[in-house]
């Protein structure tokens, strides 16, 4: 993982193994208040680091990938990371490969100031994703997550399910910590945007082909195909993952298919297009407290659609399209009868485009667009004989039908001068549902020295309400039709240094004030309904502390800490969130790669929920053979919990003990 700013590990490699690290840096790597920026290196304080070493271009790309030198999820179109006011996390196809992660929210568990509250932690798990500690009575829906440029949140309950994404597919996840608002919209945690490979660039096509099996009969298969035999270049890929549960048979089984087709038919003219599908299915096991067994049946599939045309040099006409259709299928029975207790079946469809008009000079980049997009909810309810009976008396099914139309205009500019980059934006979304919202955002950045960048940022934000609130539908929930957006006010400053030339720190400081605060009230004149009301404020307060050492003998460290502290008008106690991350890796960048990164989380969680928090430490190992002239082979071995410990936020669903899987990956 790295953060907006440039690895320096690649930079240094013969003059870093004959110096000494200073013990300033150990000492700051070695207390458990920095523990774990495993990946995230500072980039946009390193690049005058970089620029010194490496006077051209070719020279600098030596150590880095060119993509690895911009993002594009701050404005929505790549700018130099050393621009970048938002407090951006990004992680790597290649960091992604070390960890031998199978799911997304396996891979943003790594990320400091991300919380990942996984639903039954198992093999490939599923979980709810939270930002800078976004999580009172809100579940994941303040967090809008994009792949492919397609919104992953759902209708029903704005929730975002990435565990039909295949990991394999991605090229890099780029995480906006904080309110994006002004350029995403609905965003008021954060933005999750998942970028995937590209197609191929060689007329004879290339291939990546990998296997893994573990305990319990846990397997995950994945293939890719790749290349260009002329003007249009293709991407293909196909996994399946199964598992018969690592603890208390929780079974899980997925398909996912992905396909993207690239087309140049002129010089200034690209045409992009790609679909996915997936479906999963996992059994919830054993609960030990409860006696119901549940399930869940979802199917995901959507297509998308793209150009681009270079007006002239310094100016483009971007657009494009989507389609995503989500059903999920959600049951929980009696275990000893197989009676139903409850089920509820979505068809979720989402449609939409957008246009945007980009001017890059020297000193201005422009980025001017607008969007729209169409949904429909199709959401069942069925009761068994449980809740047909007194006192809750409902009818053995019910059926809602929401629909939602939208649009949205935005803008923003990156200013430079000189050492100082300034980016405004500002972005207006119209809801028929939820009615209209202005998101205005002010950020900077600014070069203070050789090795230093500080950045601050201030932004209005907003999180649209579930149509399952405002429309009805959901498990005993009233309509409720004069629910509002959640809106905050966010402000966040950092800082970027090179310690020494062997150590980076980035430290940043954020507050978020919050209001209209959506929580859920039961109905006095009918029990047990809920109705979704807004609430009042929400404070959150906090940072985040994130380091990495460049190489020494092959060997980095990197520690993270992050903390916030939410108070809320609807809760009677303020509740204290923080995480530690600590990791160590060996890479010779040539054979062989060995990792071991461990998480803390402590979500302070009320005593009934007999939360366990620990470090849960992982160790993966590469050992890489050139198996042919044309093939290379990848052994892979993951040891997962090394230290067999208990770490989990409900006793409900305790999470697996030390299990092992080993692998192979062949690429030719």
């Known amino acids: 993982?790295?953060?907006?700013?440039?690895?320096?590990?690649?930079?240094?490699?013969?003059?870093?193994?004959?110096?000494?690290?200073?013990?300033?840096?150990?000492?700051?790597?070695?207390?458990?208040?920095?523990?774990?920026?495993?990946?995230?290196?500072?980039?946009?304080?390193?690049?005058?680091?970089?620029?010194?070493?490496?006077?051209?271009?070719?020279?600098?790309?030596?150590?880095?990938?060119?993509?690895?030198?911009?993002?594009?999820?701050?404005?929505?179109?790549?700018?130099?990371?050393?621009?970048?006011?938002?407090?951006?996390?990004?992680?790597?196809?290649?960091?992604?490969?070390?960890?031998?992660?199978?799911?997304?929210?396996?891979?943003?568990?790594?990320?400091?100031?991300?919380?990942?509250?996984?639903?039954?932690?198992?093999?490939?798990?599923?979980?709810?994703?939270?930002?800078?500690?976004?999580?009172?009575?809100a579940e994941d829906r303040?967090?809008?997550?994009?792949?492919?440029?397609?919104?992953?949140?759902?209708?029903?309950?704005?929730?975002?399910?990435?565990?039909?994404?295949?990991?394999?597919?991605?090229?890099?996840?780029?995480?906006?910590?904080?309110?994006?608002?002004?350029?995403?919209?609905?965003?008021?945690?954060?933005?999750?945007?998942?970028?995937?490979?590209?197609?191929?660039?060689?007329?004879?096509?290339?291939?990546?082909?990998?296997?893994?099996?573990?305990?319990?009969?846990?397997?995950?298969?994945?293939?890719?195909?790749?290349?260009?035999?002329?003007?249009?270049?293709?991407?293909?890929?196909?996994?399946?993952?199964?598992?018969?549960?690592?603890?208390?048979?929780?079974?899980?089984?997925?398909?996912?298919?992905?396909?993207?087709?690239?087309?140049?038919?002129?010089?200034?003219?690209?045409?992009?297009?790609?679909?996915?599908?997936?479906?999963?299915?996992?059994?919830?096991?054993?609960?030990?407290?409860?006696?119901?067994?549940?399930?869940?049946?979802?199917?995901?599939?959507?297509?998308?659609?793209?150009?681009?045309?270079?007006?002239?040099?310094?100016?483009?006409?971007?657009?494009?399209?989507?389609?995503?259709?989500?059903?999920?299928?959600?049951?929980?029975?009696?275990?000893?009868?197989?009676?139903?207790?409850?089920?509820?079946?979505?068809?979720?469809?989402?449609?939409?485009?957008?246009?945007?008009?980009?001017?890059?000079?020297?000193r201005h980049t422009v980025v001017a667009g607008a969007e729209f997009g169409h949904g429909t909810l199709q959401q069942t309810i069925r009761y068994g004989p449980q809740y047909q009976s007194p006192p809750y008396n409902q009818p053995s099914s019910t059926f809602v039908e929401p629909r939602v139309d939208k649009w949205a205009l935005f803008v923003n500019d990156t200013i430079v001068a000189g050492r100082l980059a300034v980016t405004p934006g500002v972005r207006l979304d119209r809801n028929n549902v939820s009615g209209t919202f202005l998101s205005p955002s002010m950020g900077a950045t600014f070069s203070l020295g050789e090795h230093t960048v500080a950045r601050a940022s201030v932004a209005r934000g907003f999180t649209a309400p579930p149509l399952v609130f405002i429309l009805g539908g959901g498990f005993f929930i009233e309509p409720n039709p004069a629910l509002e957006p959640e809106r905050v006010w966010s402000y966040q400053a950092g800082l970027e240094s090179a310690v020494t030339e062997h150590a980076n720190v980035k430290v940043t400081l954020f507050r978020h004030e919050s209001t209209k605060e959506i929580v859920t009230e039961r109905v006095a004149s009918r029990p047990p309904f809920k109705v979704a009301v807004n609430s009042g404020e929400v404070t959150r307060n906090g940072y985040e502390i994130e380091t990495e050492t460049a190489p020494f003998y092959n060997i980095s460290l990197k520690a993270a800490h992050a903390y916030v502290r939410v108070e809320s008008d609807s809760t009677r106690d303020p509740r204290t969130i923080y995480s530690f991350h600590a990791g160590v890796m060996y890479d010779d960048r040539k054979h062989r790669t060995a990792q071991l990164a461990g998480t803390y989380v402590n979500w302070d969680e009320p005593a009934d929920s007999r939360a366990v928090y620990a470090f849960l430490w992982d160790f993966n190992f590469i050992e890489r053979i050139r198996a042919a002239e044309r093939t290379n082979m990848d052994l892979f071995l993951t040891v997962h919990n090394v230290t067999n410990s208990d770490a989990y936020s409900l006793y409900v669903f305790p999470n697996p003990g030390r299990w092992v899987e080993a692998g192979l990956r062949l690429r030719f």
């Not at 993509?67 to 594009?72: A, P």
């Open 1 to 137: 993982m790295r953060n907006a700013s440039c690895r320096i590990r690649h930079h240094v490699q013969g003059s870093l193994r004959k110096a000494v690290l200073p013990l300033s840096a150990l000492l700051l790597i070695i207390i458990p208040v920095c523990v774990d920026s495993a990946d995230h290196a500072v980039k946009p304080a390193m690049q005058d680091i970089q620029l010194a070493a490496a006077t051209t271009k070719e020279e600098l790309l030596l150590f880095w990938e060119e993509k690895d030198l911009y993002v594009q999820s701050a404005t929505r179109h790549p700018k130099p990371i050393s621009r970048a006011a938002e407090n951006i996390a990004v992680v790597t196809a290649k960091e992604i490969e070390e960890m031998n992660a199978h799911s997304v929210e396996e891979i943003l568990n790594r990320v400091p100031g991300v919380y990942v509250d996984f639903q039954g932690q198992d093999f490939s798990p599923v979980g709810l994703i939270h930002i800078q500690g976004s999580i009172q009575s």
């Open 142 to 362: 303040h967090v809008a997550v994009y792949l492919d440029g397609v919104p992953m949140n759902n209708l029903s309950g704005g929730t975002a399910v990435t565990t039909m994404i295949p990991v394999r597919i991605i090229d890099r996840i780029e995480i906006v910590k904080g309110p994006a608002s002004s350029t995403w919209g609905s965003a008021l945690g954060g933005v999750v945007n998942i970028i995937t490979k590209d197609q191929g660039v060689t007329r004879t096509p290339k291939a990546t082909v990998s296997a893994s099996y573990g305990e319990k009969n846990s397997q995950d298969y994945n293939g890719e195909l790749f290349g260009r035999p002329g003007s249009a270049g293709y991407y293909l890929f196909a996994g399946w993952q199964d598992s018969d549960g690592l603890r208390d048979h929780r079974a899980t089984e997925k398909n996912r298919a992905y396909a993207k087709v690239g087309v140049t038919p002129s010089r200034d003219l690209d045409l992009l297009f790609s679909a996915g599908y997936g479906d999963h299915f996992s059994d919830s096991g054993d609960n030990p407290v409860m006696p119901t067994r549940s399930g869940i049946d979802l199917s995901v599939l959507f297509a998308t659609g793209s150009f681009n045309y270079r007006v002239s040099p310094r100016m483009s006409l971007k657009g494009a399209l989507h389609y995503i259709r989500q059903k999920f299928d959600s049951s929980s029975f009696v275990p000893a009868t197989d009676q139903l207790r409850r089920e509820t079946i979505t068809d979720d469809r989402t449609s939409g485009g957008n246009l945007k008009l980009v001017h890059a000079g020297d």
